[in-house]
Every structure is written in C-alpha cells, then in structure tokens.
C-alpha cells in the first residue's frame, strides 16, 4: 500500500489491518520521506526520517528513484511469512498511484494486479494502455479535484478517459466512481471505506486467489 503525497500516516496503517480481516496480507510502506498539500489535512502522520527522499521536481527522476524504491520494497515483501510471490499486488493512493502504474509498466510480471485510488493520469501513460498486463481496479470519486490534494490529472474528467484507453487496448479494468466524494474520502468517509475494502479484497480474490 503506497501513500499519497500527504505522507505515510496511520490512516495506511488502518486500511492494511483491514485487508488482514479480510485475509489479504496488507503492507503499509512508507516510501519516501516527508509530506506537502492540501491532503495533509485527512491524515495522522507518522514520520520516518530514514526513508527515501520526496523527490517532486518534474520529469522521469522522480519516476526514477520511485521504481527503485517500490522494486526494492517488492524484494523485501516477497520474503515475508504469508506472502506468495504469484500473487502480489499493488494498491496506491494518489501519488503513490501514479508510481505504481509506472513501476507497473517498467517492471513486468513483478506484481499480478494493481489497485489504483484516486489517481492521476498523464497523457503519455494513457498512450501505453496497451503495456499493462495484469488485471486493474480503478476506485475514484466524483468530486475529486486539486483542492484537497492530487492534481489536474486526479481530476474526475481524467479517470473514465483512463478506463476508455485501458478498454479500447482489451484490458482486464474495472472501475468504481464514488458519488460525490472527493480525493481523500477513503480516508475520512467510514462507509467508503468500508466498501473499498470489501471491494478490492473480492477483486484480488477473483483475480489472484485462483
């Protein structure tokens, strides 16, 4: 599970104990250091210094040290008790959206499905629809704008565009707009969250648990 922008908090640490009720071993990675925007507001941080940088300046270095870091957390994860290498997946928020659909594209058959939470979608991933392999659940709602976090590309408008270029390529995708909810909802609407994680546990049983 990798945070958004905001921050690694306490609120990550909550949604990977619900996973476990719902028998998926959920790891909640702090993967870079540090935290900035509006999102901050929505969640309890917890800081370790020692993690990698927050690398935010434009272009491919911060998609960069990104793929590092999350291969790196992949090695790691892979050699924990419970865990089966054939049947890893990411889940990102936001930011942490975004460098798991790159890491995704990079990296193949290093993880067999990807959960992607209020994410933004570039252009120039959008083009390469047709280089991801594995099985997609895209959860985002309605009202999500930059506001309270994310960015132009989180906006709702970017989001059915991703899943038309994900369909148009003949992608395993699914979808689930939340009504009226905004970038962070997850994280303080109970009943959201409650569904996002009965939702994306049946997804990885379905998609995984073969």
């Known amino acids: 599970i990798l945070h958004g922008t905001h921050g690694f908090a306490r609120e990550y640490v909550h949604l990977a104990q619900e996973f476990a009720k719902n028998g998926?071993?959920?790891?909640?990675a702090c993967w870079f250091v540090g935290r900035k925007g509006g999102g901050q507001k929505f969640i309890t941080p917890i800081d370790?210094?020692?993690?990698?940088?927050?690398?935010?300046a434009p272009g491919e270095d911060r998609f960069r040290i990104a793929r590092v870091t999350i291969d790196s957390l992949n090695r790691k994860i892979s050699t924990l008790p419970y865990v089966k290498t054939n049947q890893l997946a990411l889940f990102g928020h936001s930011r942490g959206g975004g460098a798991?659909?790159?890491?995704?594209?990079?990296?193949?058959?290093?993880?067999q499905v990807i959960v992607l939470n209020s994410t933004g979608y570039p252009v120039d991933v959008l083009r390469r629809a047709s280089e991801v392999d594995i099985p997609v659940l895209m959860i985002h709602g309605t009202e999500n704008n930059p506001d309270e976090g994310g960015s132009p590309l989180s906006n709702i408008e970017m989001a059915p565009q991703s899943v038309v270029a994900l369909r148009t390529a003949n992608k395993d995708v699914e979808v689930k707009y939340y009504e009226g909810s905004g970038h962070n909802a997850i994280f303080n609407t109970p009943g959201q969250l409650d569904d996002t994680v009965q939702r994306v546990s049946d997804f990885l049983r379905r998609k995984l648990f073969k």
């Open 100 to 111: 798991s659909l790159n890491y995704v594209l990079t990296h193949p058959f290093k993880v």
């Open 48 to 56: 370790f210094n020692d993690a990698p940088p927050l690398v935010d």
């Open 24 to 28: 998926i071993v959920g790891i909640a």
